[in-house]
């Protein structure tokens, strides 16, 4: 059974950013979504700590230390970029204003509903950040993650266990296995990676599979 690694997985994020388009990708794998997008696409990145514009990392000896993105990267300003303070950059993700966010996720429900802030382990403090922002304001939310847990546990439930960021908000899911739509049917899976079988991908998942068209 193949299983993508984190580049192969961010890559193929990537193929489905359109040209033009305004993003913001969450903190952990999805930033690394960036480094995958083709030069001859114009993708405009926002970060919610303020800047739309979003370049690729500095060299090490040009780094600004001011100049970090939501997850504490040095990052660089492209030609036109701009800085906001977080009440402009809130109402930039709540209003509507861009068009994709990637984010990552504990789990994700057969309806939708998006988890990633809290799991039931007093290990692990919440952490919520923009990610309600961007769930219910983004036009189209993509989740980025592995099929299952360390311990191969299904992320993808009928209902998530976990305390939910936004309810129905996912639109489509990445994982190491599979591509999966979120549809008014059901999951969809839209593309297998490899060998895999649908019953394959279907055994590591708790809510059903609809197969693709």
């Not at 382990?121 to 360390?150: C, E, N, S, W």
């Not at 976990?162 to 990445?174: D, F, M, N, Q, S």
Request: glycine share 10%; proline share 6%.
């Amino acid at each position: 059974m193949i299983r993508l690694n984190m580049n192969e997985m961010a890559s193929r994020v990537a193929q489905d950013i359109p040209d033009g388009a305004y993003v913001n990708l969450g903190i952990g794998m999805p930033t690394s979504v960036a480094n995958f997008v083709s030069d001859d696409k114009q993708v405009i990145y926002q970060s919610e700590n303020g800047i739309l514009g979003v370049g690729p990392a500095p060299e090490p000896d040009k780094i600004d230390p001011d100049l970090i993105n939501a997850g504490k990267q040095y990052v660089t300003l492209l030609k036109g970029g701009c800085y906001f303070d977080n009440a402009e950059s809130f109402a930039m993700m709540r209003g509507g204003h861009l068009d994709i966010a990637v984010l990552g996720a504990f789990q994700v429900s057969a309806t939708g509903d998006l988890a990633n802030w809290a799991t039931n382990d007093d290990k692990f403090p919440p952490a919520v950040g923009g990610a309600m922002d961007l769930a219910v304001g983004a036009k189209q939310l993509f989740v980025l993650m592995r099929h299952t847990t360390k311990t191969n546990e299904p992320k993808i439930l009928e209902q998530c266990e976990y305390p939910l960021t936004g309810a129905g908000v996912v639109k489509r899911i990445y994982t190491d296995l599979a591509v999966i739509d979120v549809t008014d049917e059901g999951l969809r899976v839209r593309e297998l990676y490899g060998d895999n079988t649908l019953a394959e991908v279907q055994a590591l998942t708790a809510a059903t599979l609809l197969p693709p068209l």
